[in-house]
C-alpha cells in the first residue's frame, strides 16, 4: 500500500448504526486529518492530530469520535448521525502540523445516512 | 471569517488554450498556499504549492502568489481535455496555533473542450 489509504469506499448507515472509517498512511508522516466535503459546501476541516495528540476540533458534533492510536492510523467513529452528515469524509496526512507542510489525500468515504 | 474566495466558474476553454484560475484570501497572515484538483468522484490531489511572492512553475502549471493583494492564481498551459476537473485554492497559516488547518475556497470548475 501507497500513500494513503481508507476503509471502507461507501457506508450506507441508518441514524441508529454505529460505524467506524479507518485511515492509514503510509508516507512516514505525524500529522493526520479529518475533512468533510459536503455538496455546494468548501472541504471543511474537523479534526487535527499532531504525533497522537489532537490539536484540533473545528467545533465538530459530539457524534463524531475520532481516535489516532499512533502516527500511521485514524479512525472516525460514528454514531447517531443525521442524514445532513452524509458526505464525503476525507483523510489527510502531513509531516506534521506545526509547518507549512503539504497535505496529502486519501481516497475518501462516501457516507450516505439514511 | 477567514475566508478563501475562488470564482465557482463553470471556467472553459479550448485544448491548448491556457486556462487561469484565481483565488483570493482574506487573512493577512495567510503563509502558504495550495492547489488541488479533484476529478468528479475523486478526492483533491496536490498539484501545486507557493510560499514566496512571484512565479512558481512546474511542467504546465504555473502558481502566482502576490502578498501585498491577497491573491494567488493558477495558470495551465497548453491545457488538455484531462485538465478538465475542478480546482481547489486553499491557505494556511504559518506556526502558532495554527496547527496546519488549511481553509479551502469552493473550488472553480475547469472544462477544456477538444
Known amino acids: 500500500e501507497t500513500g494513503v489509504t481508507q476503509t471502507p469506499r461507501h457506508l450506507v448507515m441508518g441514524m441508529t448504526n454505529k460505524k467506524s472509517l479507518k485511515c492509514e498512511q503510509h508516507l512516514g508522516h505525524n500529522a493526520m486529518y479529518w475533512y468533510k466535503q459536503s455538496a455546494k459546501k468548501p472541504l471543511e476541516l474537523m479534526f487535527v492530530y499532531n504525533f497522537k495528540e489532537q490539536t484540533e476540533n473545528n467545533s465538530v458534533p459530539s457524534r463524531f469520535s475520532p481516535e489516532c492510536p499512533n502516527s500511521s492510523h485514524l479512525f472516525l467513529h460514528l454514531h447517531t448521525l443525521q442524514p445532513e452528515d452524509s458526505a464525503l469524509y476525507l483523510c489527510a496526512s502531513s509531516q506534521d502540523a506545526t509547518g507549512t507542510y503539504e497535505q496529502y489525500f486519501g481516497p475518501g468515504t462516501r457516507l450516505t445516512v439514511t | ?114
Open chain 2, 1 to 114: 471569517q477567514k475566508e478563501v474566495e475562488q470564482n465557482s466558474g463553470p471556467l472553459s476553454v479550448p485544448e491548448g488554450a491556457i486556462a487561469s484560475l484565481n483565488c483570493t484570501y482574506s487573512d493577512r497572515v495567510s503563509q502558504s498556499f495550495f492547489w488541488y484538483r479533484q476529478y468528479s468522484g475523486k478526492s483533491p490531489e496536490l498539484i501545486m504549492s507557493i510560499y514566496s511572492n512571484g512565479d512558481k512553475e512546474d511542467g504546465r502549471f504555473t502558481a502566482q502568489l502576490n502578498k501585498a493583494s491577497q491573491y494567488v492564481s493558477l495558470l495551465i498551459r497548453d491545457s488538455q481535455p484531462s485538465d478538465s476537473a475542478t480546482y481547489l485554492c486553499a491557505d494556511q497559516l504559518a506556526g502558532g496555533t495554527s496547527y496546519g488547518k488549511l481553509t479551502f475556497g469552493q473550488g472553480t470548475i475547469l472544462t477544456v473542450h477538444p
